[in-house]
Structure formats: structure tokens, C-alpha cells
């Protein structure tokens, strides 16, 4: 089981340390607001009122013995950049840090965060692709061109298998896995017939997937 951290309470991080807290994960919060840190100490065990930037402070708390940091500070630039710094030169193995744009990203890049996100970007783009796609169940960047994807498996797939449809010849994609119930087959068996209810999840180019899952939910596939 892996230790984190996550630096900064706001609705990401503390909606992020909950979730890792509901997965079994260990999970220590941070925040220099006195009465957040008194909030979520109701609903959490290890919780610490410190400032993201006093490295003498996280030194303290032993930030150097966790496996994963996550800086969840946006609107702070030079506190983002700070904590970031910090982790990185106290040897935390893994940093992940929030950016609210492209500028920020880069420079939390620089100085070596492992992962950016944008999680504000990130839940715009999945709610227009959920609107425009009325098969899309979800969707995941994995960078500027290409993304995952899972799909409604089209109705007109039914009772056929990839062998007899040629997906990866006639679209050029891959289907990495199929989800049926809860249940997940990775690879997914080409000789299986589809059923209705299935989810595939497909990887590659965006605009490629994007135009296929389109004629997918004008019932032109």
C-alpha cells in the first residue's frame, strides 16, 4: 500500500484524499487554513495545519516518507511551485501538481512534477464529449492526440465478434478491452460475440475515435 499526501484542502484535494481514503489508501492532508483543517478532521484521522511552502515545516510532518505527493494548489502559483520544489528536493519519489493552464503546467513540468493535471479542463472536456456522444461512457487524454475511450457497444455489433467486423482494418483503431457488467477483458476475446450492454474501450488518435463514436450515436455505424 502506497502513502500520500495531497497538499492543499480545496474541493480537489479533499475530494481527491476521500477517495483514496475510501480505496484503503493512506492518505495525510495538509493546509495552512486552521478551520479547514478542523473540518476535515471529522471525517479524517491525519490531517496537519501547514503552510505548503515552509519546507522546514513539511520536513517536519515527514513528507520525505511518502511514495506519492499531490500538490492540489492552482490559484497559488508560487505556492504551487514551492510545494512542488520541495517534494521533489526532500525525495519524494512521485509528485503530481495541479495547473489551471498551459503556462503554469510547463513550469510545474520544469521543475519536475512527474503529472500535471487540470482537473477543472479536464471535467469541461468529459461533460462536452458526454453531451456530444450519446454512447460515450468515458474518456481519458492521454495526450494532445490521442485518448481512451469507452463506448457503448453500437447496437448493429450485436451478435458479432471483432474477427467478423475487422474493427482495426476497416477504422484503424484498437480495442483494448471490453466491459460487460462489471467485469473488464483485457485483451478482449476476438472469437466472443458482443451483447447488448457492452462497453468497449477503445485507445488512439481523438479525432479519429471521435468521428467514429459520432456516427455511432447517429446510428450510422
Known amino acids: 500500500m502506497k502513502q500520500y499526501i495531497v497538499i492543499g484542502a480545496g474541493r480537489f484535494g479533499t475530494s481527491l484524499a476521500q477517495s483514496l481514503l ?42 520525505s516518507n511518502f511514495d506519492v505527493a499531490i500538490v492540489c494548489i492552482g490559484s497559488d502559483l508560487r505556492a504551487s511551485i514551492m510545494a512542488t520544489l520541495i517534494a521533489k528536493d526532500l525525495g519524494v519519489p512521485y509528485v503530481i501538481s495541479k495547473a489551471t493552464d498551459k503556462i503554469q503546467a510547463d513550469v510545474l513540468r520544469k521543475i519536475g512534477a512527474d503529472r500535471v493535471v487540470f482537473p477543472e479542463h479536464d471535467m469541461g472536456v468529459k461533460l462536452a464529449k458526454a453531451l456530444t456522444f450519446d454512447n460515450l461512457v468515458d474518456y481519458m487524454e492521454l495526450d494532445d492526440t490521442h485518448s481512451i475511450f469507452e463506448i457503448t457497444v453500437p447496437s448493429s455489433w450485436i451478435g458479432s465478434n471483432l474477427i467478423d467486423l475487422s474493427v482495426r482494418k476497416k477504422y484503424n483503431m484498437n480495442i483494448v478491452a471490453v466491459k460487460r457488467g462489471e467485469r473488464f477483458q483485457v485483451p478482449p476475446d476476438p472469437n466472443k460475440e458482443f451483447e447488448e450492454g457492452d462497453i468497449i474501450v477503445v485507445a488512439g488518435n481523438s479525432k479519429l475515435i471521435e468521428n467514429i463514436a459520432l456516427r455511432v450515436s447517429s446510428g450510422k455505424w
Open 22 to 63: 475510501n480505496a484503503g489508501q493512506e492518505v495525510m492532508v495538509i493546509d495552512e487554513n486552521e478551520k479547514i483543517i478542523q473540518q476535515l478532521s471529522e471525517t479524517m484521522d491525519n490531517v496537519a495545519i501547514v503552510s505548503a511552502t515552509d519546507e522546514i515545516a513539511l520536513k517536519n510532518i515527514g513528507l
